[in-house]
């Protein structure tokens, strides 16, 4: 081992434990991994990082490289750590002081280069980046349709409590303002400051990056736009020792380098059209304001419109010529314009503010708020409007419900990420797709495609309205306007669950509107109709009780009995998540939920059920609604830490829960059916439902309204059934006494393993 010197300041010739010269044979296999780790003084997390590394799939050859920019002991440990390993092959490259000006980025860069396997994880040195989520993006690369594997903190079963509430509300901040100015190349990142990434080496041009700081991911992100990204989530750990190294300067050039990765390519043409852009509203502003004598406010709205038609043809035959974009002349014109309206829209309170507030003069305060706006307008421009038909072709999002039914889809369906697979072995149950949806071309495809069903809705606002065509046969195809594709929770809960409904009544299952919990091995449904607090009951008995969650607002049934769980995000309000002890949510999600409870709440959906039934486009008010406040939805897993979750499990009876009255009824099999087909329904009230209904359920000479309610009645049987009726929603405390289960816990543990012992029978006669 070449021996390195004392002082760690001193340049250090790259080392490795070469297993042999410790008298034990060499491992002659190449390695499937490469982990760079970058590291500045973190002597006394090598040893425990290292342990940790060597338990990650023993069997895969992986090495790990330490790239070292240390001035304290870490070499050392690392050369200790090296003397006493025999699984990994270890290698330190210790980098001199006039070559660490490009930090931890170029700390990755110089490892990545070193590396000898295929694939190279980076991570942090100081364990708050998880060795044992290695394997998971290991699986996820082995599928082979991935150049890239983030870990995000960010998808569902992730999350970020280990950086506190300062940090964590800056790297979403950050985070934000890069999916901002590369909406499109980051479309499918949750997470792009992540610093823990598995990366296929052969796909990242290391020639073309420049890093600096600490955001490399976001440097090979960008500067390598044909990238393949897939996600796993991950849970960002508390510090195992030392000290962090952010902090204002990793701030700074993290600014430096968005500006800079903006600026590239057309960046300087683009600024120096803005730049004749800004002269031309000047000067369209000075006329009207100064010798036409208009209202400032009005002649800022027209001097826009002026210098919008100069700027987009400028940039349309010079700047972008060599693009081959996605959208017709016709709709990047549009949406150049409404981009450049939008803005304006939020000049004004700045013209306000300059002109009424600090006394500015109008023409300085006019120039000064276009430049405030310069970078957003580029990002959407170069990342939207002009983007290349293949930046915006989709990949498929898989999903598969219990192997029953199956869904590919365009757009991610975070109400689907639990059933979510990389492939499927045949067509797709439901199969949805992205495209222009009109009358004229519906009732076109209709008599071309005579031997398949098909059935149209629209609002009547073309691509800018919810319009959907469906088309039934082997494969449901779901073909949405892009509205619908831009709001995912809506295509999902309006198109895609519906749809989903009918298609598991075809496959012999119910998709029930129940929640579901299990004693044991011995599951109970949950009923209710919509907002009468179903979820705050769940919550509170998986928070207090020994109990395990199956689902919360759809179970999947069979006609036997057997239940099986549908986990879909739980939506809640602030009282919901004050129900519960230590949800796992931040600060920026708690702040968050006072928007969204107001408008995802019980009267924000009696106020949408009233316009809908006063004609509006309710459909399309809905979705854009939902495209600008998306609702707060939680895995269980994020609002009740340590929750136990069952796949499936024997129904033993049901519960009906209604707000108001008090006492117990037990209720006849018949009323129990009827009950819970009723709440089914009442689930789906929503347009485009009422209009789609019927083709959903009907035709092919089935009727799978009556197929359903056989379902349920075969698997209610003669199962007991009680109505709870409550004014103080205390039904959570009053259930498990019901099937003796009622002693509450201490505090919340995780579900022991099913025993033979059977549940108690209902308590009552």
């Known amino acids: 081992m070449v021996e390195i010197l004392r002082r760690a300041e001193a340049p250090v010739a790259t080392t490795t434990n070469g297993a042999a010269a410790n008298g034990v044979r060499a491992v002659r296999r190449a390695p499937e991994v490469s982990v760079v780790i970058p590291t500045r003084n973190e002597a006394e997390n090598i040893e425990a990082l290292v342990d940790a590394l060597e338990r990650v799939e023993p069997d895969t050859p992986m090495e790990i490289l330490f790239v070292d920019d240390s001035t304290d002991e870490t070499p050392r440990a690392i050369a200790a750590s090296q003397r006493r390993r025999r699984l990994r092959r270890i290698t330190l490259i210790h980098r001199p002081v006039e070559e660490r000006g490009d930090g931890l980025g170029g700390a990755v860069v110089r490892g990545i280069r070193a590396a000898r396997a295929p694939w190279v994880c ?32 960010y998808v569902p079963g992730g999350g970020s409590a280990g950086l506190g509430t300062a940090r964590s509300l800056v790297s979403r901040a950050t ?20 610093g823990f990434f598995l990366v296929r080496r052969d796909a990242v041009q290391l020639d073309t990056l420049k890093p600096r700081g600490f955001k490399i991911l976001l440097e090979i992100l960008i500067r390598s736009p044909r990238l393949r990204v897939g996600e796993v989530a991950y849970s960002f750990g508390t510090r195992f020792a030392g000290e962090s190294k952010a902090g204002l300067r990793e701030g700074l050039r993290f600014l430096a380098a968005l500006g ?83 803005l304006l829209a939020g000049r004004w309170p700045l013209l306000v503010l300059f002109v009424s507030v600090l ?24 990342s939207w409007i002009w983007a290349d038909a293949d930046q915006v072709a989709a990949a498929a999002h898989r999903y598969s419900v219990h192997g029953i039914a199956t869904i590919e889809s365009p757009v991610r369906l975070p109400e689907l990420e639990r059933f979510r697979v990389e492939r499927l072995d045949h067509a797709p149950t439901i199969h949805v797709r992205v495209a222009r949806v009109s009358r004229r071309s519906s009732r076109l495809v209709h008599e071309l495609l005579f031997m398949v069903r098909h059935h149209h809705y629209d609002e009547g606002l073309g691509a800018i309205g919810f319009g959907v065509d469906i088309f039934v046969g082997r494969t449901t195809e779901l073909v949405v306007t892009p509205l619908v594709a831009r709001s995912p929770h809506v295509l999902y809960t309006n198109v895609v669950e519906p749809t989903l409904r009918w298609a598991l009544v075809k496959k012999g299952y119910a998709l029930a509107h129940g929640a579901c919990i299990a004693f044991g091995d011995e599951a109970f449904l949950i009923t209710a109709r919509t907002d009468t607090g179903k979820t705050t009951t769940i919550l509170r008995l998986l928070d207090n009780y020994r109990c395990s969650f199956l689902s919360d607002d759809l179970t999947i049934v069979a006609p036997d009995g057997t239940v099986l769980t549908y986990p879909k995000p739980l939506t809640i309000s602030r009282h919901t998540a004050a129900a519960v002890r230590t949800p796992l949510l931040s600060t920026w999600e708690r702040a968050a939920l006072v928007l969204q409870s107001r408008i995802h709440s019980r009267s924000g959906r009696q106020f949408a059920q009233l316009i809908a039934r006063l004609a509006f486009p309710a459909a399309t ?74 083709f959903l359920h009907s035709g092919n000479g089935r009727d799978l309204r009556a197929e359903e309610r056989g379902i349920i009645a075969s698997a209610l049987g003669e199962l007991p059934t009680v109505l709870l009726r409550s004014s103080t929603m205390d039904w959570y405390d009053r259930l498990p006494a019901l099937v003796g289960r009622g002693a509450p816990l201490g505090h919340r543990q995780p579900t022991p393993a099913p025993t033979t012992e059977a549940v108690a029978p209902f308590a009552f006669e």
């Open 122 to 153: 980076v991570m942090d040195a100081d364990l708050q980046h998880p060795p044992e989520a290695l394997a998971r993006l290991l699986e996820r690369a082995r599928t082979g349709d991935v150049d890239v594997v983030v870990a995000s903190r």
């Open 621 to 694: 008010i809905n979705a854009i609604t939902q495209f600008i406040v998306p609702p707060p939805k939680y895995h269980v897993d994020r609002l009740v830490p340590g929750v136990d979750c069952a796949q499936s499990a024997r129904l033993a009876g049901m519960f009906v829960i209604e707000r108001g009255g008090s006492g117990d009824v037990r209720l006849t099999p018949a009323a129990a059916v009827e009950t819970l087909v009723e709440n089914t329904d009442d689930a789906y009230g929503f347009p485009p439902y009422p209009f789609i209904e019927h």
């Open 359 to 382: 006394s500015i003069d109008p023409l300085v305060s006019n120039v000064l708020t276009l430049s405030v706006l310069f970078a957003l307008r580029f990002g959407a421009a170069s």
């Open 260 to 342: 800079r990765l903006r600026a590239a390519g057309e960046g300087v043409a683009f600024a120096a059209v803005g730049g004749t852009g800004l002269l031309v509203n000047a000067g369209a502003f000075a006329l009207l304001a100064s010798v036409a004598h208009l209202h400032y406010l009005l002649a800022a709205l027209v001097a826009t419109q002026a210098s919008s038609t100069w700027n987009f043809v400028l940039l349309d035959r010079l700047v972008f010529r060599r693009t081959s974009p996605a959208r017709s002349t016709g709709l990047r014109a549009a949406a150049f314009f409404a981009v450049n309206n939008l």
């Open 175 to 194: 985070g934000a303002a890069a999916r901002l100015i590369f909406p499109v190349r980051l479309r499918r990142v949750t997470d792009p400051m992540s």
